[in-house]
């Protein structure tokens, strides 16, 4: 069970997150805030240069699945999607011979991609479009985009036809399609530089009195988030602390493809590699605390030594008990590293 010291509760708590690393983070998070009867507001502010146009259609991967999950509606086997979900219209696509054929919108999920691309088309933005389907599934935190505006990471492989070698894929086709199997020479998050935070973005960082940053992949959920301009900067400047949990346990990433797309920025697959990446918040960087695996422990005293507050703790999400203790942990963090502000 978990013991709640009230000291530890903020009041306003802001979350950077992907999908469904971050999601299961938040669902911890929610957990440990129902079991203590806080009044903690969550806020989080979502990848979204994971979005694709489909058949016509915006999806917005991550949003979704945070929104599905919080909301009682994901398909927990996967990970992402809906529960419960038939692919009828996949098939008949596919009849049609209409590509691309490698990602399945699923017959309930297509309603959601119906609803935001009809709301876009009529001129709502991507923040009110979200805040519109999150009327339905009540998330129980306020689900922000990062940005309002079109980004899209793409990555680059090789391609002994293209004339430089090499070609760019949608971020969605090197995951789906080609499962990360290819080396990936670039991560590019198309439409970054010009893209500005959604509304409300900036405030829930300045405002907050603490910032988690779960354990999402470093490059394509929290690295892009993070290059929104605008963002980096909130962070580097709110009086909250910034405390993150290492998506890499034993040099590995639990799931997904951080370990490929990690080597492609030129980073170590390693949860103390990853703070350094991030950097100090002293050192103007954006970390003021970073929780590591047990199994990294020998990486505390490095990441100490760039300036980093670090602890080893369990970090797999096995259950949403054991997600909350990790949610705890990174509150004692930043509770010791305000301490030792004052
Ligand atoms: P995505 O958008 O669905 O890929 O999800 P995120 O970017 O939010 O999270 C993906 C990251 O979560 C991956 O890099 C995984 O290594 C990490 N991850 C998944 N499950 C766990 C877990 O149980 N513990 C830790 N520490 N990391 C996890
Ligand atoms: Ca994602």
């Known amino acids: 069970m978990i013991s709640p010291?009230?000291?530890?509760?903020?009041a306003r708590v802001t979350v950077l997150s992907g999908g469904v690393g971050g999601a299961r983070f938040l669902q911890g998070l929610l957990h440990l805030i129902d079991v203590t009867g806080a009044a903690t507001e969550v806020t989080v502010v979502a990848n979204t240069a994971d979005d694709i146009w489909l058949h016509g259609l915006k999806v917005c991967p991550d949003l979704d699945t945070v929104m599905y999950t919080l909301g009682g509606g994901i398909d927990t086997e996967r990970g992402w999607g809906r529960t419960d979900e038939t692919w009828h219209a996949r098939d008949e696509l596919a009849a049609y011979g209409v590509e691309p054929t490698w990602f399945g919108l699923g017959d309930r999920d297509l309603a959601t991609h119906l609803v935001r691309t009809q709301m876009l088309d009529a001129g709502y933005s991507l923040s009110a479009v979200t805040a519109a389907l999150c009327d339905r599934w009540k998330p129980g935190v306020r689900l922000l985009p990062m940005t309002d505006d079109r980004v899209e990471t793409h990555v680059a492989i090789d391609d002994d036809q293209a004339p430089s070698g090499q070609r760019a894929v949608h971020f969605q086709e090197y995951w789906v399609r080609l499962h990360a199997e290819v080396p990936a020479r670039a991560v590019v998050p198309v439409g970054i530089d010009r893209a500005t935070p959604a509304p409300g973005v900036?405030?829930?960082?300045?405002?907050?009195?603490l910032v988690l940053v779960p354990p999402s992949n470093p490059v394509v959920s929290i690295g892009t988030i993070l290059a929104v301009p605008g963002i980096g900067e909130a962070l580097r400047s709110t009086a909250a602390p910034v405390v993150g949990v290492?998506?890499?346990v034993g040099g590995h990433h639990v799931r997904g493809m951080a370990a490929q797309l990690l080597t492609a920025i030129g980073v170590e697959t390693g949860a103390g590699a990853v703070a350094e990446h991030y950097g100090a918040r002293g050192a103007g960087g954006l970390l003021d605390g970073w929780l590591v695996?047990?199994?990294?422990a020998d990486e505390v005293a490095r990441v100490e030594g760039t300036g980093i507050a670090c602890r080893a703790v369990p970090l797999m999400m096995t259950d949403t008990e054991a997600t909350a203790r990790m949610v705890l942990e990174a509150y004692a963090?930043?509770?010791?590293?305000?301490?030792?502000?004052?």
């Open 246 to 248: 290492s998506p890499i």
């Open 293 to 296: 695996d047990t199994a990294d």
């Open 333 to 342: 963090l930043a509770a010791e590293h305000l301490g030792a502000d004052r």
């Open 202 to 209: 900036v405030e829930a960082i300045r405002d907050a009195e």
């Open 5 to 10: 010291d009230p000291s530890l509760t903020p």
